[in-house]
């Protein structure tokens, strides 16, 4: 099984950026498909973004031209660069293997107006 560990959480004024990173390890020889999701109080967990394991992305509306998802296949970890966050952005962020079905304990994004 596979763990899943994020980090580069915080607390960002409007208009920044953070970058998020998930590291994997365990009992895998390589990450198959990957995604990061968001649950902000009160509201479900929903898709940010995801990655294939030959590098297809598929983006959230939300996420689209300001989010970028990649991935470093050698190390086993994907990232999450996200730019010119707004307040709504605030959530706790997940990292899920798709093929594994292992999420990681999140990473809290705060964005201040």
């Known amino acids: 099984q596979v763990q899943l560990v994020e980090s580069g959480g915080g607390l960002v004024q409007a208009g920044g950026s953070l970058r998020l990173s998930c590291a994997a390890s365990?009992?895998?020889?390589?990450?198959?498909?990957m995604g990061w999701y968001r649950q902000a109080p009160g509201k479900q967990r929903e898709l940010v973004a995801l990655?294939?394991?030959?590098?297809?992305?598929v983006y959230a509306d939300s996420a689209k031209g300001r989010f970028t998802i990649s991935r470093d296949n050698d190390k086993k970890m994907v990232f999450l660069q996200m730019n010119n966050l707004k307040p709504e952005d605030t959530a706790v962020y997940y990292c899920?293997?798709?093929?594994?079905?292992?999420w990681g304990q999140g990473t809290q994004v705060t964005v201040s107006s």
């Open positions: 365990g009992t895998i020889s390589r990450l198959g498909d």
């Open positions: 990655i294939g394991s030959i590098g297809t992305t």
């Open positions: 899920h293997s798709m093929s594994e079905g292992s």
